[in-house]
């Protein structure tokens, strides 16, 4: 069954399918935090690690609309059974879901703490820690992506994205640390501004644009 087809039929209206973080990548640029550049990766974080490449101006797709799955990357000091059916992928350690059962996890264990005084800062810093390393191993995949494709800016959106600062701290970091120095020194990374609407919105400029080109 192909979802084109029977959302055509049901809606009896021209259907498109596309990729969510190119999507997300397309709603940046044309209403968001990217919308000055014309070199910039889209990084969608959540239960999935998709991103969304525009390069030279255009949204790159690759070859059957399936580019960016950096979710899949290998992990060289993980082993975890990814949904792909491979082990050690990126998203099987910071995928939303993981971060979360992570974070639970820390502020349980800090939440045992019997200092009311000092609890709140403790259970920041651990929260801050986990979204730090979060950040950390997704800038590390990032890092050879900058190598190759020299982007003026790596945009964060997605679910984990609403965690800042420490997110974007850890990912600044390790593209500081692995990635060449003169493409760590052109990259700035910075949080969407779109948040969850980032795809919606991507979705329309889309719309928008195709119904100009057509008139
Ligand atoms: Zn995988």
Known sequence: MRPVAVLGRR???PVAVANDADMGARGEHAFGAARSLDDFLYIKASHGIGAGMVLAGRTYPGS??????IGHTRLQDSTSLCRCGNRGCLETVVSITEVRRQLA???TVSGTATDPDTLPPL????????????GRTIGLVLADLVNCL????????GELSAAGDPLATGVREFIDRY??????HAVTVMAGKLQQRAE??????????QSTTAG
């Open 64 to 69: 059957t609309g399936i580019s960016g799955e």
């Open 11 to 13: 809606f009896g209206h």
């Open 105 to 107: 996890h820390v502020l």
């Open 150 to 157: 020299n982007p003026a800016a790596i945009v964060l959106g």
């Open 200 to 209: 919606l919105l991507g979705a329309v400029a889309t719309v928008m644009r």
């Open 179 to 184: 990635a060449q120095l003169a493409s760590a």
């Open 123 to 134: 259970d920041e810093l651990a929260a801050a820690r986990v979204i730090t390393d979060a």
